[in-house]
C-alpha cells in the first residue's frame, strides 16, 4: 500500500483570494499564485514515497461563476511546473448531496481505492474546516493552515501550521496524529 499526502488547492498550493475575511478561488490561471515553498516540499514529500494528491472543491462552476475550462487550465498549469500525482475536483455546492464534496471523504476514499493508498498512513492539508473534516473521515492525520479566515475552525483532533512547508516538515519527520473516534 502506498502513502499519500491529500493537499486542499486554494490557500495550500495555490494562494486564496481573501475578500471579508473569506477564501476566495482566483479567477483564472494568470491570477494563480502558488505560495513560496510549495514546489519543494511537495518534491521533498515524493522523493520521500508519498503520492501528492489535489483534492479540490470548485463550487463555482456549479453556481456559474467559473468555467471547467478555466479551473481545467489551472490544473494544467499545477501539474506543469509542480510534482503532483493527481488532482482530483468536486464541481458541486453543498445543496447536491454528493460524497465527492468535502467534508466528506469521497475523493480521498477514490483514490485511496484506485491507486492502492493506505489512508492510516496518510495526510491530510487543508486550510479550511471542510478539509480537515474530510482528512479525519477518511482516516488520515491531518493539518490545518490557520489564516485566521472569518468562518468556522475544524474540530480536533488536527495540527495548525503556517504553510504546507510547515506541515511537510512534520511529516518528513515522521510526526502523526491519531484520529481517535
Known amino acids: 500500500m502506498r502513502r499519500a499526502v491529500f493537499l486542499d488547492r486554494d490557500g495550500v498550493i495555490n494562494e486564496s483570494v481573501v475578500r471579508d475575511g473569506k477564501p476566495y478561488p482566483p479567477e483564472s490561471s494568470?491570477?494563480?499564485r502558488i505560495?513560496?515553498?510549495v514546489p519543494e516540499s511537495l518534491a521533498s514529500l515524493r522523493n520521500a514515497g508519498f503520492l501528492n494528491i489535489v483534492v479540490s472543491n470548485q463550487?463555482?462552476?456549479a453556481t456559474g461563476r467559473q468555467s471547467v475550462a478555466i479551473v481545467?487550465?489551472?490544473h494544467r498549469r499545477l501539474r506543469e511546473e509542480l510534482p503532483l500525482d493527481d488532482i482530483r475536483v468536486c464541481y458541486?455546492?453543498?445543496a447536491d448531496g454528493c460524497?465527492?464534496?468535502k467534508p466528506k471523504p469521497g475523493m480521498l476514499l477514490q483514490a485511496a481505492r484506485e491507486l492502492g493508498i493506505d489512508l492510516a498512513k496518510s495526510y491530510m492539508v487543508g486550510d479550511r474546516w471542510r478539509d480537515v473534516a474530510a482528512g479525519q473521515a477518511a482516516g488520515c492525520a491531518s493539518f490545518f493552515v490557520d489564516y485566521g479566515y472569518r468562518e468556522k475552525h475544524p474540530e480536533p483532533?488536527?495540527?495548525a501550521v503556517k504553510s504546507l512547508a510547515e506541515a511537510g516538515a512534520?511529516?518528513?519527520a515522521g510526526f502523526r496524529i491519531e484520529n481517535k473516534d
Open 35 to 37: 505560495i513560496a515553498g
Open 157 to 159: 483532533p488536527y495540527i
Open 170 to 172: 512534520h511529516i518528513l
Open 72 to 74: 481545467e487550465a489551472m
Open 99 to 101: 460524497e465527492c464534496r
Open 59 to 61: 463550487p463555482d462552476v
Open 92 to 94: 458541486h455546492r453543498d
Open 30 to 32: 494568470a491570477e494563480m
